[in-house]
């Protein structure tokens, strides 16, 4: 159950979590609400169940956030009047706190307290609204274990990639010096030419024997400065690929074999030529222009008055069609010098029907239109494995030998690689209208997105519920 508030009151949603365990997250999904209103959404394992791996000596939830000195609302705003890329950030958040490395900041800084010989359990969590980040703890190792609220097969690390929208749960052991260790976040940042908030923010990891007493943190006379740990560069895109292949299934899974469905979808930006009504300053992109983003070129529009959800299941015409492409409607060289022909995609509310049951593979290919970039691709109401990734044209000769039909990852979201290939498998077992979209929200508003529209099966399980007698109207 989860109680949200909304303009004069709240609203309690009901659901069934089934199959998973681990680190989720809940947040509004309206303009740029995001950048503020979100949390942690822990799933622990049943009563008399454990986890499969030592129990955790204590836990800590670390929400990743991305903070404007301004209402974000009003930034958002701005890049839609005038067709410009937003303002960036001014400063990443852990847990709601900049940390040391910020001006005025370092009275708030979260403290992780850890004891010498205990192996604790952080859930990582990123929230920040537009950029994936790098995360690391000074002269720790990270054991992870789960994502996404799957468990994972455990590896060990030193680093964390996170796109916007990912989870990732890691052990930390407490087998160093008893001090104080910086943990840190910054921003892995693929697309070229572009301005990014290139802070960083922190968080300590403190020892119990040397936990501070006073606001000064002093032991004895000296005063114990964290040690800060080496970040990755903020275009590290080999040590970004090399997390993410890392991933596996803690055993053999049922990875679907036989496909129904094969989609082809190119992911990228675009520009739109300024329309011969506007005034100059509402085309302030490359060249007068105006920034949008689209899925196999076509640029998705969220509608005005309905829910594409209610209209499908009430079978109400006008609002979306059916005619999404399963393939780019052109082919071309999709990491390569592109044409200027393709940088204007069309625009509509396309959705791509599937049948109830029917197994479904998607490639996701990163274009260099405008410019390549790191893409987080989140898919409402499903998980998804990931079978494969890699740089340039996905090859369906060379590329399909590689896919991991043992024990892939489940994933909810998947970081496709900038100038790169991503491919996931999925069954269509829960019916309704669920938008695949990029999670770096100013890509949303560009258009990066598209709907799946999944058949009802056969009986009441299988058949989109109707909504609740007290569910409040838009």
Known sequence: MLVLAHAGGSYTHRFTVQGQEGTLWWHAHSSWLRATVYGALIIHPKQGDSYPFPKP??????????????????????????????????????????GDLYNCSSKGTIVVPIDSGETNLLRVINAALNQPLFFSVANHKLTVVGADASYTKPFTTKVLMLGPGQTTDVLITGDQPPSRYYLAARAYFSAQNAPFDNTTTTAILEYKSVRCNTTSCKKGKTVIKPIMPKLPAFNDTNTASAFTKSFRSPRKVEVPTEIDENLFFTIGLGLNKCPKHFRSRRCQGPNGTRFTASMNNVSFVLPNNMSILQAYQQNIPGVYTSDFPANPPRKFDYTGNVSRSLWQPSSGTKGYKLKYGSRVQVVLQDTSTVTPENHPIHLHGYDFYILAEGFGNFNVKTDTKKFNLVDPPLRNTVSVPANGWAVIRFVADNPGAWVMHCHLDVHINWGLAMVFLVDNGVGELQTIEPPPADLPLC
Not at 65 to 80: K, L, Q, S, Y
Request: aromatic share 8%; no cysteine; hydrophobic share 40%.
């Open 57 to 98: 000596n204590r836990q800590a939830t670390l929400l990743l956030g991305e903070w404007w000195d301004a209402n974000p609302i009003d930034v958002v705003r701005r890049a839609t009047r005038t067709g410009a890329a937003p303002n960036v950030s001014d400063a990443y958040t852990i847990n709601g706190q900049p």
